[in-house]
């Protein structure tokens, strides 16, 4: 990832120790505490926490619910430091995805993670690489007490000390773009430790975020990129706006009003495939 100083917009959530990412020439910070989960092999249907959330799960939406959460998270950056955020920012590439640590269980976890995203977002091309350098979207996985130290690494001692101050983050996610507004690389860092909630439900969040809806909103109660929501899975509601944002009508560099008039057509394709992956009635 680029120097700190490179970077031009963050999004920022303040809640204490929720999801916060910074990104690269177009950012987000974002960070997750929740309460630690045992069985750290588990897949995430296995967690009590998601399973719980997934029964009580809100799975029918009407179109403008969905248009009003695609275009809060897909346009703009919550904290702004220069450049432009009122663009489309989305891979135009195949998006390759390299585990970098020693935790065996974490990286297949992690595999899982893009496995799920890979199955439920129709046009995207999302898998793991063997090694870095196949990979443009790097996931490092740390220990806890490790995380200040990696975060200083990635974006300088400065940076990372005002994040260590105003955020205190747990995970943090980051993309670069070029002129067109297409991503072109990714960083996560991911903490180990903390549990199978806390990993799965960082590992969606940062890793989806690092794709390119990096506003979080209050605003809307269904979609992990709240401050006030936790998942620990691949909702119904975040895969309307994932397929949205991928489908290739939709291009990076649009503007609102440009997307909007492809988004009713855009729409029904998706509402189709998300019918479809999860089993919905007509």
Known sequence: MRAPSDCCSVAVMRTPRRSRSLATLAAVLSAIALGAISSLSAPAAEIPGVAQRQRTEKKIFTDSEIVEGFLKTAFGA????AGR?????KYDMPVRVFADGNRPDRKAQLARIVADIAA???HLDIAMAASNDDANVLVKLVRDRDLNRTIATFYGSERAKEIRSSLDPQCLSGFRKNEKFEIEHSDVILTVDNGDFVFFD???EELLQSLGPINDTSTVPWTMFNDNVSMGYFDIYDQ???N?????????????QDVKEVLPDVLVDVRAWVRKVNNLPE
């Open 78 to 81: 919550e904290y702004h430091l």
């Open 85 to 89: 955020v009122d663009r489309i920012r």
């Open 120 to 122: 439920k977002v129709q």
């Open 202 to 204: 960082c590992g969606y």
């Open 240 to 242: 309307y706006i994932l």
């Open 244 to 256: 949205l944002l991928y489908d290739p009508r939709v291009k990076a560099g649009m503007t609102v």
